[in-house]
């Protein structure tokens, strides 16, 4: 494919992803993403679910996000590595994105985690392949490694949100002891996976913007469940060890890939 058809598949996929956010957002029709699927999307749905404060992550990955669409069409970036081997996966979790929302928006729980597994898999793609690409300068730091950095790692929380709220669609109860220990095991898998994906990748800023995103994104999980409806101690206290163990792993990697001078 050649780079101007990456470039208009990059700007279809923006286009997909503004609509879908119109849309599901309730901007153009009513409604945001929490009273969705019969309120399962709302922050005491599950008890995994982020506290409402925490969604305020998507205005900084939206602008980067909006940022990557313009730095991918600057004629010194057209043709560069960082823009060539990203495009096609950044394209596909930006479309998907809106067509997750839209998803959402119909009341097909569903068929959104099936979605939500399609954005993970196309942001792991970004991940492996600027793994090992010299840096380029601040754009690519910027636009690809900080902004892809925070939505896998947001992502990865969101994945097991989401995976919740369709298990408690199907008749699963919300806050027992079963539910309980699950949600915690499921905190420890995200522990593992944060660990799995910071070591395969040494670009530092996407290190720390992955490490960022989950750390904020289990915090908020924390007080949600010390403080908010759907009250639970033992998944709280949970969440933020996990909140802290993923700091300590994603400082210990960033730590370990110093910048070099850009080139």
Known sequence: MTVRAQQVVVTLAAVLWIGGTLVGTGVVAGGGVESQGGGLFSDSATLIAPQGPAFSIWSVIYLGLAGYVVWQ?????ADSRWA?????????????????????????????????????VSLGLVLRATSGLPRQGLGADVWVSATFGLYLGWICVATCANIASWLVGLGVDADSAVSTWITVGVLAVVVVLALW???????????????????????????????GDLRSEVVGIAAALTAVAVAFLGLRAAAQHMPDRAR
């Open 73 to 77: 069409w600057l004629p010194r970036v």
């Open 84 to 120: 060539r081997a990203t495009r096609l996966p950044a394209a596909a979790a930006i479309a998907l994105n809106g067509l997750w929302l839209l998803v959402v928006f119909a009341g097909w729980v569903w068929l959104s985690v099936v979605v939500m597994l399609g954005i993970v």
């Open 197 to 227: 994906l910071l070591s395969r990748t040494d670009q530092r800023l996407f290190q720390l913007g992955l490490t960022a995103a989950v750390v904020w994104g289990t915090a908020w999980v924390a007080a949600g469940r010390l403080t």
